[in-house]
Nanobody
C-alpha cells in the first residue's frame, strides 16, 4: 500500500503562484508515473498534469499548459506541481495519483483558491 499526502495549497490572488507537494509513504513511487488531478465544486475530477517515473516525459491539460510544471524527487519519494499565473478558474481541490496494476491511489487533496 502507498499513502499519498498533498500539501502546499492555499489562498492566492490571480497571477500568483503556488507549489504543491505530494509525499508518498509505504512504498517507493520511483518506478511509477504520477499524475495530478483537480476537482472544482460541482464538477468532475479532471486531469491536470503527469510525469513519468524518470522525469523524461511530462504531460499537461491544455488549460494549464505553459503555467504549471510537474516535477519529482524520487530520493524524497515526492512529486511537485509548480503553478504560476494562477487564475480564478484554477480554484479546486488538487489530488495526486498513482496507478499500480490498475489500482488507483489518491491523496486527501489540498485546496487551492484563487481570488480575482
Amino acid at each position: 500500500q502507498v499513502q499519498l499526502v498533498e500539501s502546499g495549497g492555499g489562498l492566492v490572488q490571480a497571477g500568483g503562484s503556488l507549489r504543491l507537494s505530494c509525499a508518498a509513504s509505504g512504498r517507493t513511487i520511483s518506478n511509477y508515473a504520477m499524475k495530478w488531478f483537480r476537482q472544482a465544486p460541482g464538477k468532475e475530477r479532471e486531469f491536470v498534469a503527469g510525469i513519468s517515473w524518470d522525469r523524461s516525459t511530462t504531460s499537461y491539460a491544455d488549460s494549464v499548459k505553459g503555467r504549471f510544471t510537474a516535477s519529482r524527487d524520487n530520493a524524497k519519494n515526492t512529486v511537485y506541481l509548480q503553478m504560476t499565473s494562477l487564475k480564478p478558474e484554477d480554484t479546486a481541490v488538487y489530488y495526486c495519483n498513482m496507478n499500480s496494476r490498475g489500482l488507483n491511489y489518491w491523496g486527501q487533496g489540498t485546496q487551492v483558491t484563487v481570488s480575482s
